[in-house]
């Protein structure tokens, strides 16, 4: 098990480049680890934006439940929780329409 910390970052997540580029650090961890630990301790905003783009976009690359088994959340406040939750689900959604 490996943690990438999103604290390291910014406390302050919003946009859909710095969330481009959380992604291009987080996938290759995903994909050479059983599980990666999203930290979120100290982070104090995620925007949709920045969620979509990190995170959801994943669901690109991967299933949703293959994601699930690589992946576990630490230390989202409850605004975070609910922008990438929103995020997942919406792109989740988007997918299975098409």
Same mark, same amino acid.
């Given at each position: 098990?490996? @943690?990438? @910390?999103?604290?390291?970052?910014?406390?302050?997540?919003?946009?859909?480049?710095?969330? *481009?580029?959380?992604?291009? +650090?987080?996938?290759?961890?995903? +994909?050479?680890?059983?599980?990666?630990?999203?930290?979120?301790?100290?982070?104090?905003?995620?925007?949709?934006?920045? *969620?979509?783009?990190?995170?959801?976009?994943?669901?690109?690359?991967?299933?949703?439940?293959?994601?699930? +088994?690589?992946? @576990?959340?630490?230390?989202?406040?409850?605004? *975070?929780?609910?922008?990438?939750?929103?995020?997942? +689900?919406?792109?989740?959604?988007?997918?299975?329409? *098409?």
């Amino acid at each position: 098990m490996v @943690t990438f @910390t999103f604290r390291e970052i910014g406390e302050n997540l919003g946009t859909r480049p710095l969330g *481009a580029k959380a992604r291009e +650090q987080l996938l290759p961890l995903i +994909q050479a680890n059983d599980v990666v630990v999203l930290d979120f301790t100290g982070v104090n905003v995620v925007s949709n934006s920045f *969620a979509d783009e990190c995170i959801a976009k994943l669901l690109l690359l991967m299933p949703l439940q293959e994601l699930k +088994q690589h992946t @576990t959340f630490r230390g989202l406040n409850p605004i *975070a929780e609910d922008s990438v939750l929103t995020a997942l +689900q919406r792109r989740h959604l988007s997918m299975t329409e *098409a």
